[in-house]
Structures are given as C-alpha cells and as structure tokens.
C-alpha cells in the first residue's frame, strides 16, 4: 500500500484530470439543459403566436365570408331593382303613349281661333278653343276656312287651327320639308291626323305614308 500511495503522490496530473471532465460534463449537462429550456419556451412563445395568427386568419375568414354573403345579398337586391326600373320604364312609355293618345283623341274636334278680341271694346285678341260635337265638322270648317282665304269677325281678322296637342304638332311638324319637296314637285300632299301622309299622284291614284322614313323612300324613288 505504501508503494501505491507513493505513486499516486508521484503523478498528481491525473487527479486534476479526473475533476475537470466532470466539471466539463456538468457544464454540458447545465448548458444542454439550459438550450433546452430555450428552444421549449422559444417553442411555447411560437405556437402561441402561431395560435394567435390562426385565430386571426379565422376571423379573417369569418369576416370575408360575411362580405362575400353581403356581397351577393347586394347584388341579388340590385338585380331585383333593374328588373322593377325596367318594368317601370316600360310601363312609363305605355302609359305616356296611351295619355298622348288620349288628349290627342279628345282635342281632335276642337278649333283654336286665333284674333278674336276678348270683347268687342277693342281688348287685345286671344285664342278661343271651340269644341265641336264631331271631328269631320271641324274638318269641314277648316277646309272651308282655307278656301276662303281671309276671314274676317266684326273687322277683327281671325284664323282657324286644328287644336293638336304638342306630341301630334311634333310628330306631323317632321313632315314639313318632305311635304314642301312634295309641293314643289307637283304633287299633293295631306297629313291627316294624327300623322299620316297622304300623297295624290298625278294620274289621281293615292298613296299612304305612315312615317317620316317611309316619305324619304319615296322621294328617294322619284329621283330614280
């Protein structure tokens, strides 16, 4: 044992060696423990973000959805909406068509006198609107009123009008200058109510024109 003892006191480096590789372990174990715990609570904080990233993304989700059905709920009203403005829009028409044709129907028998003083103390003259029983009366006289010439009440000169109203003077006033071309060609023309030309041919035969574009044609026709 002496002999043993006397060694070990002879080579002290190996026991110096022996305590540095534990405290060299220790010092691993410490530091494998300690990035462990890091990359756990690096980990923990990770997926709490990530939990708090998909949660958002959900709500996202949640919330395109909603816009998307609003969407859709939206454009489903909008539709709903065209189709009743277009309906209206069409009802519209009809129905200024109908009341057009309506007041031209009922002031169709009336003449609009034009220079008949409002009493015979010299006032200034207005028009006067007369109501016929029929129409073709009212024909009568303003064919009759157009032969005369000049008509004359108590020395006041007067004229006599169809009274149209305004949609029947536009649609016959469209007729003014192919009426004139037809004059000036020798022809007769006459634009019977509401709007629509009649045209006498030179060997007495008529003809009918319903439109402003079918009275070009026939103009067009006679320069061939």
């Not at 959805?65 to 969407?71: C, F, H, I, P, V």
């Not at 109908?98 to 031209?104: H, I, Q, S």
């Not at 536009?170 to 019977?192: F, H, N, W």
Request: charged letters at 30%; aromatic letters at 6%.
């Amino acid at each position: 044992m002496s002999k043993t003892k006397s060694k070990q006191d002879k080579d002290p480096s190996s026991s110096s060696a022996s305590v540095t590789l534990a405290e060299l372990s220790s010092l691993l174990a410490e530091h494998r423990n300690a990035i462990s715990a890091d990359f756990k609570s690096s980990f923990e904080a990770l997926t709490t973000t990530l939990d708090g990233l998909n949660s958002t993304v959900a709500g996202h989700g949640e919330r395109i959805g909603s816009l998307e059905d609003n969407s859709n709920e939206v454009d489903r009203r909008l539709q709903h909406l065209e189709n009743a403005c277009s309906t209206l829009q069409q009802d519209n028409v009809l129905l200024k068509t109908k009341l057009a044709d309506l007041e031209g129907r009922s002031r169709r028998q009336n003449i609009r006198i034009i220079g008949l003083p409002e009493s015979l103390e010299g006032d200034k003259p207005r028009p006067v609107i007369v109501r016929l029983h029929r129409f073709q009366v009212k024909d009568l006289l303003i064919r009759e009123a157009r032969r005369r010439g000049e008509l004359f009440y108590k020395e006041h000169k007067i004229r006599l009008y169809e009274d149209y109203s305004s949609d029947v003077l536009k649609e016959r006033a469209e007729y003014k200058s192919s009426m004139a071309e037809l004059y000036k060609r020798g022809y007769r023309p006459a634009l019977l109510y509401p709007a629509k030309l009649r045209i006498t041919l030179p060997n007495g035969e008529k003809t009918w024109i319903r439109s402003v574009l079918e009275a070009d044609k026939f103009l067009q026709n006679l320069n061939k």
